[in-house]
């Protein structure tokens, strides 16, 4: 028995309006791919982009994304189950590559029919792409260079995100603007490309529309919204953050293969850097290899981030945001959010003919 939540009103609304006209236009190719009504994808926050917070996304007519993370592909039997129950719109799974069960998670998703699987984290190990393309679901792969954007696209990517270091997170040393100038004009007409990190506002999401994206991702932007059930301590650091104080984490050892973590600043931070050194005496005394320090980093942001937005200790845990933190205000409904986002879009899209 699905008890899923009706859905919203198309969050495009102003069938006369020229501007949003033109955004259902600009967008076509993203929704037409999603399924969905706006396309905009929900970032995959690890404890953030749950149930609750994937299924009122999708029930505004964007796209939620479950953030698998670290867990087991018990637990993710269970999330996507229990999102099923809260909408009847479709919804995608974000795997990281480099999890150990990646495989049986693959599975998992193919049990549950889930239309869409996004691949962070590296490029897709061998034998998952053809996985996930054996089970029917629609493959989106992260894209930090042109090099392997065209790479994901030869090895049978469905749509690529491209995200800039202004997301919050794991990030790259590339700013958002810098790489949608890099890759849409080389790939957007092969492939649908969605541009994340750093957006905040629907003028940013025109400008990224009219450079040919068929759409973006927000995470930052869902965090403070009424679905999620990130700790109130947590949203109100959000909510008072501004743009310079999510940073990036500090690389101790170069031999670490540490991807910068953008977070808000605070005691964590230092933690972090004490974990990377006791990581690195490991590999130091051969007691680990390679694989597992990377696990062990892993390991270490899964926990710390629980303890911030669960248990919403945003001091010794990781509260991560990312730039466009300063324009999050205040706690409102994601289907509030969405209906800003489309509004402000399609203004600007109008003011520029």
Same mark, same amino acid.
């Given at each position: 028995m699905n008890d899923a939540t009706p859905t919203q009103p198309s969050p495009i609304q102003g069938e006369g309006s020229i501007g949003h006209a033109r955004l259902r236009q600009l967008m076509h190719r993203g929704t037409e791919f999603l399924g969905c009504e706006i396309a905009v994808m929900g970032g995959a926050m690890s404890w953030v982009s749950e149930r609750n917070l994937v299924s009122a996304l999708s029930n505004a007519g964007a796209f939620g994304v479950i953030a698998c993370g670290a867990m087991t592909p018990d637990l993710l039997d269970t999330e996507i189950a229990e999102t099923r129950k809260r909408t009847d719109q479709p919804f995608g799974v974000n795997l990281i590559t480099m999890h150990p069960q990646l495989s049986e998670l693959i599975d998992t998703c193919a049990k549950h029919n889930v239309t869409h699987i996004v691949l962070a984290g590296g490029l897709p190990p061998t034998g998952s792409i053809d996985r996930i393309k054996a089970s029917g679901a629609r493959l989106v792969g992260f894209a930090p260079a042109l090099s392997l954007a065209k790479k994901l696209i030869r090895s049978g990517a469905d749509a690529l995100v491209i995200e800039g270091m202004e997301a919050g997170g794991h990030i790259g040393p590339v700013a958002?603007?810098?790489?949608?100038?890099?890759?849409?004009?080389?790939?957007?007409?092969? $492939?649908?490309?969605?541009?994340?990190?750093?957006?905040?506002?629907?003028?940013?999401?025109?400008?990224?529309?009219?450079?040919?994206?068929?759409?973006?991702?927000?995470?930052?932007?869902?965090?403070?919204?009424?679905?999620?059930?990130?700790?109130?301590?947590?949203?109100?650091?959000? $909510?008072?953050?501004?743009?310079?104080?999510?940073?990036?984490?500090?690389?101790?050892?170069?031999?670490?293969?540490?991807?910068?973590?953008?977070?808000?600043?605070?005691?964590?931070?230092?933690?972090?850097?004490?974990?990377?050194?006791?990581?690195?005496?490991?590999?130091?005394?051969?007691?680990?290899?390679?694989?597992?320090?990377?696990?062990?980093?892993?390991?270490?942001?899964?926990?710390?981030?629980r303890r911030a937005v669960i248990d919403g200790d945003v001091e010794s845990g990781s509260v991560m945001a990312g730039q466009s933190v300063g324009m999050v205000t205040r706690e409102e409904p994601v289907a509030e959010i969405i209906r800003e986002l489309a509004e402000e879009a399609a203004a600007a899209l109008e003011r520029r003919g």
């Open positions: 958002t603007s810098v790489l949608a100038q890099e890759i849409l004009p080389h790939v957007a007409h092969d $492939i649908p490309v969605f541009v994340a990190g750093g957006i905040g506002r629907g003028e940013a999401i025109a400008a990224y529309l009219e450079m040919g994206a068929v759409g973006v991702q927000l995470g930052t932007r869902f965090v403070c919204a009424t679905e999620s059930i990130a700790h109130p301590n947590f949203k109100k650091v959000f $909510i008072r953050a501004s743009a310079r104080d999510a940073v990036p984490s500090v690389q101790i050892d170069p031999r670490l293969p540490v991807i910068p973590v953008r977070a808000l600043k605070n005691r964590e931070m230092e933690n972090f850097a004490a974990k990377q050194r006791e990581v690195a005496q490991l590999l130091d005394e051969g007691a680990i290899e390679m694989a597992e320090a990377q696990l062990q980093i892993e390991h270490y942001w899964a926990g710390a981030l």
